[in-house]
């Protein structure tokens, strides 16, 4: 299938790919391959390859409704929509990172290298890795951003009680986790593991983007849209409260990219679904005073982890003005939700 110009949006850090079905009826199992073409270079490559061999080789449904049930592919890049009638595919969604588009275009150039090559050597600098870390970071919708900012001088914290090192161990639910290469189905045996083990454990490097906000103020990082996704069809449309695309591009201080990620993710409500002896030394200090006559007990958080194993972790706190509940069964009235902030 070609994608027309209709179906593509680009975005400051990846491109977003949209596509429904009204007279295909496509069922498992499915075989996806997404290629990209560069005019400049004269190449033709494939940035994207997945399948589903049944519909619980993904795992358990992200979202469902009336007429539609969701998945989420391993890699995070890819969201299906299926009828709740027969199961054939409604629709798709492919969210690429521009880094995982030019990868393959470029392979093992001179440029590819200057993007997102190795910094040399440092003798000198005992803390290299550790510092002067930018991160642009995009919560969005397939067509339009509902936030997006560039956090500079990110730096890793170390752990009160042991000053010596900025690593620490951390467990993150299996739902929040990606897989770093476009991974075709699992075994039964795969499934039968990530069953039994609910949490994914490693041990990481810390690293505070947005410091804790002063005590009696709002944290000025609002959103400009309600983050959440709209699935349509010809005949029908569902909007997803709980679901948004998430684009984090970090560089390292040579202004290489050292981490770039683009993927569906979801929000939950609750204890933080990334667990951390280190963070939480962090969460001690924020004060959510307010200097402000609204009811500040009716204020909920939210959560949005997205874990890329064996690369790199990002947690995001979001604050609605409201309950969750109230405002998500007002989904479709913009005007009555307020916007959340970061």
Not at 45 to 51: D, I
Not at 158 to 175: K, L
Not at 190 to 211: N, P
């Amino acid at each position: 299938l070609a994608f027309s110009a209709e179906a593509l949006q680009i975005f400051e850090s990846a491109v977003c790919l949209r596509c429904s079905f009204s007279s295909l009826r496509l069922q498992a199992p499915l075989q996806f391959e997404v290629s990209a073409r560069s005019r400049a270079i004269g190449r033709e490559e494939v940035v994207l390859v997945t399948a589903l061999d049944r519909s619980q080789s993904w795992g358990e449904e992200v979202a469902n409704d009336d007429n539609f049930r969701f998945l989420r592919s391993p890699c995070g890049r890819l969201f299906l929509g299926f009828w709740k009638s027969d199961g054939a595919l409604a629709g798709l969604f492919v969210t690429l990172h521009h880094l995982h588009v030019f990868r393959p275009l470029l392979a093992e150039s001179e440029a590819s290298e200057l993007l997102a090559g190795r910094p040399p050597p440092d003798d000198l600098d005992s803390s290299l890795g550790l510092h002067d870390y930018s991160m642009l970071l995009t919560l969005r919708t397939s067509k339009v951003e509902s936030f997006s900012n560039c956090f500079y001088k990110v730096a890793s914290f170390r752990s009160v009680n042991d000053r010596s090192s900025a690593f620490g161990g951390v467990r993150v639910r299996n739902s929040c986790c990606v897989e770093p290469i476009q991974a075709l189905p699992r075994t039964k045996s795969q499934e039968g593991q990530d069953s039994r083990d609910k949490t994914y454990c490693a041990e990481v490097a810390h690293f505070e983007v947005l410091a804790p906000h002063a005590s009696g103020s709002q944290p000025p990082y609002p959103c400009l849209r309600q983050p959440q996704l709209a699935f349509q069809t010809s005949a029908f449309k569902s909007l997803l409260p709980d679901l948004l695309f998430l684009d984090a591009t970090v560089f390292d201080e040579h202004g290489h990219i050292f981490w770039a990620t683009s993927s569906l993710v979801s929000q939950t409500t609750g204890a933080s679904p990334h667990e951390s002896a280190v963070l939480q030394e962090k969460f001690v200090e924020v004060d959510f005073d307010r200097d402000s006559k609204e009811d500040t007990g009716s204020n909920e958080v939210r959560w949005v982890c997205l874990t890329e194993r064996g690369a790199a972790q990002l947690l995001v706190q979001l604050e609605y003005n409201g309950r969750w509940s109230d405002l998500a069964s007002c989904a479709g009235d913009e005007d009555k939700r307020p916007l959340t902030r970061l």
